[in-house]
Each structure stands twice: as C-alpha cells, then as structure tokens.
C-alpha cells in the first residue's frame, strides 16, 4: 500500500467509521472541512470550464471576425459600376451561408455592418441596407427595440437609426418621452430621422425635460441634415414644456424665420427668464421692429440681466424711436446698463455718434468717460 491510498483510506476511515466516536465539536469541524475540499474542488473545476468556454469563444470570435471583415471588404472594393442588384446577389449566398443563428456570429455581422455602413459613401452604404434586411439582421433590431432592457432598447434604436430602417419610427416614436433620458434622446434623435412625413412629430407629446446638452445633439441633428423639411418652429413656441419652447427659439433663430415674429413676442411676458431672454435675443437678431415697443413695456419688470438684453436689442434694431429712453438709460446706476445703453444710442443710423457726442456735453463726468470708451471705434463692445 503507497503513501497516498494510506491517506485516503485514513481519511475514508474518518468520516466513516470513527467520526460517531468524535466528540461533537470534532465531528462540526470536519464536516466544515469536508465541505469546503468539495467547494474548492467544484470552484476550480467551475474555473477551469469557464477558461475553456472564454478561450473558445475568443477563438470563435477571432475567426469570424477576420472573416466577416475579409467578405465585407470585398463589398467595398467590388466594382462600383456594377448593378446593386448584381452585388448583392454575389455576396447574400456567400454570407448566408454562415451559422447566423449563432450569436456570437450574428452580433460581429452586425456590428461591422453597421461600422461600414457608417464608414463608407457611395454605393457601399446601399448595398449593406439591403444585405441587413435580407438577411433579417432589421428583425433582430426590431425585438431590441421592444426588449424590456433600456440598454438593448437603445442599441436596437441605434441600428436602425443607422440603416435607416424608417418602417420602425412609429415603434420608436413611443420612447420619445420616455422617464430615461439617454433613451429619450437616443429615440428623439432616431425619429427625426426615420420620419420623413412628420419628424417633429414628438415635440407635440413632449412632457419630459430636453436637457441643455440634449438640445445641443438635436440642434447639430436638425440644422446639418439637409434632406430634412424643416417647419415653422413657431407651433411650439405655446407648448407647456419649457425645454420645447427653449429648442425652438434656438432653431427660429438659426434659421431665420421671420413667420415667428408674433409667437416670440408673446414670450416676452413668460414666466421663464431664460424663454424671455432668448425671445428677446431673437427680436434684436431678426430686427423686428414691431416689437420695440413689447420690450419696452416689460424692461421695468425685469432684473438687470434682462434689461441689458432689451437694450442690446433695441441698438441691434436701431430704429431711432427710443431714442429718449436710451438716453435716460445712461444715467441708471448701473454701469453694464449705461454702457448698453450708449452702444445702442451709437447704433442710430441717424447719426448715433453725434447723439453721444451732445450728450456728452451736457452729463456727468462718469458719462463722459464712458461715451469716450464707446465712440473708441477700436474697443470692439
């Protein structure tokens, strides 16, 4: 008998025949023992497997990588005078041929269709829209969308968005206002562009905030998508979301829309100081004259941050009729407000810097070292 079956068999012994003569303690300890050999066993044989099954998976993954990638390639440089048609049914048999029902398979064709489809111009992005839906890769983005994890909701959202699967803008239209705000936005941003007919359409059930960066990713979305019919923002200037209201000021301003002109003044009374600031912004940027006289009559209900916007707008404007009131302005005890005051009093087509220069004879001499400051044509305001 060897030294280890000696061990095994003293050890057999133990738990079989002589652990009744243990006293209690002993007999707990070694029953702990026993059980914590089977867990270290079990955990290393656990250990061992999931090694085994992550090599093979990186393997797998490897492999099919460099293949997909190799085949997608070959899509890239095929012969561009070639009929789309005639591309895809060189490639669809070749790529219908793998085990796409594999997920490991199924996630990496689509993912590097997706990036080249991201990547590339020309017919290459026509090509690999099709290929997508041949193959129900669109299917498989589908039941993301309507997966129950947000994280998935967005992933399918993103895909779709990217191949531009616009059949599925009525599901995605749905998370638009959704309590989580990366989904929302992933789903406002998809849907304005997977909904040619109306993609606005979710500012009108808008009751969820647009945060200030999220506005900046909708402004960059809705100003450089050229293909996109762009409405009067006006429509939404009423809506009870004031971070709707905010988005559509910023895109009345940069495109122009004059058909506004009476909605924006409205705003001059809400209840929003950031809404009236801006509206007021939008006066003196489009010269709407017709709304001096608005901002004149709101410029004393308001804080100094206001008032400095009013003036900058009616100088912006320069239509000489308040004349009297900017120059009543110069003598407020605020400097900012004197300042914005005489800027806009220079602005007067009529002969603004001479205005000032009269002025300057007559006020006080803060005034006048502050008109010298602005006639200075080289400090810039």
């Known amino acids: 008998m060897n030294f280890f079956e000696t061990i095994f068999k003293y050890i057999g012994d133990t738990y079989t025949d002589r652990l009744s ?22 955990l290393y044989i656990y250990i061992l497997f999931k090694r085994a099954s992550k090599n093979r998976e990186e393997k797998q993954i490897k492999y099919w990588k460099e293949h997909i990638d190799n085949m997608l390639a070959n899509v890239v440089i095929y012969d561009e005078s070639d009929d789309t048609d005639e591309i895809i049914a060189h490639f669809y048999p070749k790529i219908k041929k793998m085990p796409l029902r594999n997920p490991i398979v199924n996630n990496i064709l689509t993912t590097e269709i997706l990036t080249y489809h991201k990547n590339f111009t020309g017919k290459v992005p026509e090509v690999l829209a099709v290929l997508f839906h041949k193959l129900d890769l669109d299917k498989k983005s589908r039941k993301k969308i309507n997966n129950k994890n947000w994280e998935t909701k967005i992933e399918g959202i993103r895909e779709a968005n990217e191949m531009e699967i616009t059949d599925m803008a009525e599901e995605i239209v749905k ?7 990366l989904l929302r936005m992933e789903a406002q941003a998809a849907y304005i562009k997977l909904s040619p007919s109306n993609p606005f359409h979710f500012l009108d059930r808008a009751q969820e905030r647009i945060l200030d960066w999220h506005q900046v990713v909708l402004f960059e979305i809705i100003t450089k998508n050229k293909k996109l019919a762009i409405p009067s923002f006006s429509k939404w200037l009423r809506s009870p979301n004031d971070t709707v209201v905010m988005l559509c000021l910023k895109l009345i301003d940069h495109f122009m829309q004059f058909d506004a002109a009476e909605e924006v003044q409205r705003l001059l009374k809400h209840h929003n100081p950031k809404i009236v600031k801006k509206s007021i912004n939008i006066i003196g940027k489009l010269e709407l004259e017709d709304a001096e006289k608005h901002m004149f009559g709101v410029y004393f209900d308001h804080p100094d941050e206001i008032k400095l916007e009013i003036l900058n707008s009616i100088g912006k404007i320069s239509s000489g009729n308040y004349a009297e009131f900017l120059s009543s302005r110069i003598y407020s005890a605020d400097t900012k407000i004197k300042m914005e005051a005489m800027y806009a009093i220079k602005n007067d087509p009529d002969d603004g810097e001479n205005k000032l220069k009269e002025i300057f004879k007559q006020t006080t001499a803060e005034n006048r070292t502050l008109i010298k400051h602005v006639l200075d044509n080289r400090i810039k305001p």
């Open 21 to 42: 003569y243990f006293p209690t303690n002993i007999r707990v300890s070694l029953l702990i023992i026993l059980f914590c050999i089977v867990a270290m066993v079990e």
């Open 175 to 181: 998370y638009t206002d959704d309590e989580n705000g």
